[in-house]
T-cell receptor
Framework: GQQLNQSPQSMFIQEGEDVSMNCTSS?????WLWYKQDPGEGPVLLIA?????ELTSNGRLTAQFGITRKDSFLNISASIPSDVGIYFC????????????FGTGTLLAVQP | DVKVTQSSRYLVKRTGEKVFLECVQD?????MFWYRQDPGLGLRLIYF???????EKGDIPEGYSVSREKKERFSLILESASTNQTSMYLC????????????FGQGTRLTVV
């Protein structure tokens, strides 16, 4: 099945460190989305990107829509323990049927 | 506030039972999706629907069917549950066209014994 290539698979960092993760695809997307999932819960939308080159922030989170429309990255600055979770990227094809394709996820662990 | 609601957080069913997982969204979204999530495998698309009564198979449709009789409701059906369908099931909805985002329900943890 289709999945986006997301890296790294996991990260174990100290509180206060910055984090960077990215997603690449062989397909062009019209929208890139970044989600965070806590254990036992559904993914929660963090940031949505709609234009190539777009850079968007949400608090300590910053994400960019790649110029080629085939990649995106997410940065978290000054990590805190509650940042722990699984982060997913997702790409939306445009048009009448917005099929949503997910990355494989990045597990983030933050040590206080 | 946008809302996607799945009917159950936890379900335990017996092998061979017919199982219904219900999902309702209140955002008037055209598209609705069912995924299953298993450790190490990420989110895999089972079925999606882009309009009432319209559906398309995702990557792993075998053993599942879906129903979308009303725009706000998308049901996932396990015709005869098996132990390998034990998983976390996630429903999502999104708007069509550019500028859309997708929102998830809280998930249903299904155990088939």
């Amino acid at each position: 099945g289709q999945q986006l290539n997301q890296s790294p698979q996991s990260m174990f960092i100290q509180e206060g460190e910055d984090v960077s993760m990215n997603c690449t695809s062989s397909s062009i997307f019209n929208t890139w989305l970044w989600y965070k999932q806590d254990p036992g819960e559904g993914p929660v939308l963090l940031i949505a990107l709609y234009k190539a080159g777009e850079l968007t922030s949400n608090g300590r989170l910053t994400a960019q829509f790649g110029i080629t429309r085939k990649d995106s990255f997410l940065n978290i600055s000054a990590s805190i323990p509650s940042d722990v979770g699984i982060y997913f990227c997702a790409g939306l094809y445009g048009g009448a049927t917005n099929k949503l394709i997910f990355g494989t996820g990045t597990l983030l662990a933050v040590q206080p | 506030d946008v809302k996607v609601t799945q009917s159950s957080r936890y379900l335990v069913k017996r092998t061979g039972e017919k199982v219904f997982l219900e999902c309702v969204q209140d955002m008037d979204h055209e598209n609705m999706f069912w995924y299953r999530q298993d450790p190490g495998l990420g989110l895999r698309l089972i079925y999606f629907s882009y309009d009432v009564k319209m559906k398309e198979k995702g990557d792993i449709p075998e053993g599942y069917s879906v129903s979308r009789e009303k725009k706000e409701r998308f049901s996932l059906i396990l015709e005869s549950a098996s132990t390998n369908q034990t998983s976390m099931y996630l429903c999502a909805s999104s708007q069509s066209g550019t500028g859309g985002s997708a929102f998830f329900g809280q998930g249903t943890r299904l155990t088939v014994v």
